[in-house]
């Protein structure tokens, strides 16, 4: 098995890298879905997210209000603190029973955005960096996810800079492009883990 982090920016594009990784015969582990899944209605994880911030933080569905609680966590270091204590674990569980349940053989792509921050480099054999110029991650998440360029800046300033990433980066993606230069590079990329999964 081949273990490769994925990580970049927020508004780098690195789903879609995972996607492309994914359609080519990787195993994809998307550590954002996990979050999600392990807040979800019903879970011990909502119970205890609703415990720390309050009914506040609910949708009328019951479901949690992930604006609401960014809005919080973004600009208090400290309540961000406290949700990671949350929900990490609990990531980091449904993670393991993804991985023991992928072939042998596989490639394993762990989309981890805060890799670089969390110092997780070392437990992949490969990490990949898909990488954008901060003025490209702004425009992306002012144009295509509608947030504010406030809202945009604060998400931006809670991960590492773009050199962080890059220093624990085997290989980088530079997705400032157009898609057709992501293609030939995820091409590129693919061929590159094929090589190194079939070297004993």
Not at 25 to 47: C, F, K, N, Y
């Amino acid at each position: 098995m081949l273990k490769v982090g994925l990580t970049g920016g927020i508004g780098s594009g690195k789903s879609e890298v995972s996607g492309r990784l994914a359609a080519r015969g990787a195993v994809v582990i998307d550590a954002d879905r996990i979050a999600r899944e392990v807040v979800e209605p019903g879970t011990p994880g909502l119970a205890a997210v609703v415990a720390e911030f309050g009914e506040d933080v609910l949708l009328p569905s019951g479901g949690l209000d992930r604006e609401k609680v960014g809005s919080i966590v973004f600009t208090d270091p400290e309540r961000l603190k406290a949700l990671n204590a949350i929900v990490h674990p609990l990531v980091g569980e449904r993670t393991r029973e993804l991985m023991d349940a992928a072939p042998a053989d596989a490639i394993v792509v762990y989309d981890v955005p805060l890799l670089a921050e969390n110092g997780l480099a070392p437990m992949y054999d490969v990490v990949v960096v898909v990488d954008a110029p901060e003025e490209v991650q702004l425009d992306r998440l002012t144009s295509r996810r509608g947030m504010t360029e406030r809202d945009a800046r604060a998400r931006m300033a809670n991960q590492a800079a773009r050199e962080e990433r890059r220093a624990v980066a085997t290989h980088i993606i530079d997705n400032s492009g157009t898609l057709d230069d992501l293609k030939t590079q995820v091409d590129a990329l693919w061929e590159a883990l094929t090589d190194r999964a079939a070297t004993p």
